[in-house]
């Protein structure tokens, strides 16, 4: 059977998308923290790790990000990609007045994505951020008339709490990476993922750029994180239309290496379903 490790615990939105994509025959292995699941797959206690790395509304997940720049030499690869859509309810005890709410607990990405509505409907409840939206409810169970929860309406149901639907006001999407120490096969539509950091001189970043554009390569994202070492220094992460094994590509990446003090490809892997419209 496949062990997938996941940032738990379990109903949470990265739980979702790893058994949206690896179904009910898989065993399911939460980890606390967004490390936690990368050691899970590099010590082979699991196959495969589904961790989140942005969201539509707030941006990238730093903490994934700065996994790849802290453990550059790790053998494990980005396998592939989940998009999910994002829900969020209030979670609070049955009998709970939202005017007498004094705390509002959650995941820090879902409070930021829900700050507005709360702003408006829960005016007295100070955020609170906690490790995860299901940890948030346990918070809600401790004292329950003055505290809710943002999750998932699953965290509810489990603890017989009432769910109140949080409305959407622009398109809320979380996109997950998989990542393994496996190779995933070729596909119709594949996505490449780098990581580099530049050399200090003028013009670097577009000298790094230009080889994309004379092999009419579509970048889809370009995410920027310090370095941790020098002050203003920083690593780029670049996602790109292909794969590494095309020509295209190849002669891209040997031109990028001469603008780059590092260059490494993170993976490349089946892009997710486009969506309809």
């Known amino acids: ?23 009910s025959r ?9 490390d936690d699941v990368f050691t899970a797959v590099e010590r082979d206690r699991a196959e495969y790790g589904v961790v989140p790395i942005e969201n539509s509304l707030e941006g990238a997940v730093t903490h994934t990000l700065d996994r790849f720049i802290d453990f ?14 994002i829900r969020h309810y209030l979670i609070v005890a049955p009998d709970t007045e939202l005017a007498d709410i004094a705390l509002v607990f959650s995941h820090p990405q879902a409070l930021a994505q829900c700050r507005r509505w709360l702003a408006r ?24 008339r003055m505290r809710a ?15 109140i639907p949080i409305p959407e006001e622009r398109e809320n999407r979380t996109r997950f990476l998989i990542i393994s120490k496996h190779r995933p096969g070729k596909a119709t539509r594949s996505k490449t993922s780098i990581l580099l950091a530049l050399k200090d001189r003028p013009g670097a970043l577009y000298d790094a750029l230009m080889p994309f554009k004379r092999e009419g390569i579509n970048l889809t994202k370009i995410e920027s994180r310090p370095s941790k070492k020098k002050a203003w220094e920083y690593f780029f992460f670049i996602d790109f239309a292909g794969h590494a ?10 031109a990028l290496g001469a603008s780059t003090s590092l260059l490494r490809v993170l993976g490349s892997y089946p892009a997710a379903p486009k969506r309809g419209r």
């Open 149 to 163: 929860a943002v999750g998932r309406k699953e965290l509810a149901q489990q603890y017989r709490l009432r769910a």
């Open 72 to 85: 550059q030499d790790s053998p494990v690869k980005i396998h592939g990609e989940i998009e999910q859509p």
């Open 245 to 254: 094994a095309e020509l295209r590509v190849k002669r891209a990446l040997k």
């Open 121 to 144: 409907h829960v005016p007295h409840g100070a955020p609170r951020e906690t490790n995860s939206t299901a940890d948030a409810v346990r918070y809600v169970m401790q004292k329950k």
């Open 26 to 34: 898989s065993q399911y292995r939460h980890e606390p923290t967004v």
């Open 1 to 23: 059977m496949t062990t997938i490790a996941y940032l738990g615990p379990e109903h949470t939105n990265t739980h979702l998308a790893a058994q949206a994509k690896f179904g």
